[in-house]
């Protein structure tokens, strides 16, 4: 067990819609990061927060935005789904203070698996 | 910019073989390297990881890997396989800025008896 924490585990919606992904950091992380898992695309980073604030933005769709609440609780939200957003979706913490021995290092969750019909 | 390739995208093991995982990176400064794991229907774990010092790196369940500078290279050995070690296995850099890690494209591995 990570200590990560990922909800809902399996999420089946249909082209056109909007969903929320939740994310529950190990305790202490103070950065998360949000991992889209294809076939297709391997695992591509999408955004990366720290401490409430953006931090790092990979290939995040413009439909796609993500947000980290004051208790460090991640959301990732997904809009006007399409068939290809259809994926796993992993979130990650880290201790990650950059200059603080930060060594990259990542905790992944189980992942929310998006079907897009 | 950072970049990490595995040459092999699956590979056909028999049981109590050993195998080496390829991972060739890029990066324009100094690195951080990983090797994770992940089992069917799970996330991923960390196998092993070089941050300096000894260029052979040991991590968990016999696992090891070997830093390479010269060649870029970070290839991941265990002596002897099991159906158990039947997942997928992801190598990983960290480089600049310490920001997000990049994987490869991930190394299916299907250990048979």
């Known amino acids: 067990d990570s200590g990560v924490t990922q909800t809902p585990k399996h999420l089946i919606t249909a082209t056109g819609q909007r969903v929320t992904l939740r994310c529950s950091p190990r305790?202490?992380?103070?950065?998360v990061y949000w991992y889209q898992q294809s076939l297709d695309q391997g695992l591509q980073f999408l955004i990366q927060?720290?401490?409430?604030?953006?931090?790092a933005k990979g290939n995040i769709l413009e439909r796609f935005s993500a947000q980290q609440f004051p208790d460090l609780h991640s959301e990732l939200n997904l809009s006007s789904l399409e068939l290809g957003d259809s994926a796993l979706y992993f979130c990650?913490?880290?201790?990650?203070?950059?200059?603080?021995?930060?060594?990259?290092?990542?905790?992944f969750g189980e992942g929310s698996r998006l079907t897009v019909l | 910019a950072q970049s990490v390739t595995q040459l092999d995208s699956q590979v056909p093991v028999f049981e109590e073989a050993p195998v080496e995982l390829r991972c060739n990176y890029s990066?324009?400064?100094?690195?951080?390297l990983f090797w994770y794991v992940q089992y069917p229907n799970q996330g991923l774990q960390l196998l092993l990881k070089?941050?300096?010092?000894?260029?052979l790196v040991k991590g968990i369940n016999g696992f090891e890997a070997e830093f390479n500078k010269s060649q870029t290279s970070f290839h991941l050995r265990k002596p002897s396989f099991h159906i158990s070690d039947t997942a997928e296995y992801f190598c990983?850099?960290?480089?600049?800025?310490?920001?997000?890690?990049?994987f490869g494209s991930g190394t299916r591995l299907q250990v048979q008896p």
């Open positions: 070089y941050l300096s010092g000894s260029t």
């Open positions: 305790s202490g992380d103070l950065s």
């Open positions: 990650a913490s880290s201790v990650a203070a950059l200059g603080r021995g930060d060594t990259g290092e990542l905790f």
């Open positions: 990066s324009s400064v100094s690195v951080y």
């Open positions: 990983a850099v960290s480089g600049a800025g310490r920001r997000a890690l990049t």
């Open positions: 927060y720290y401490n409430g604030e953006e931090r």
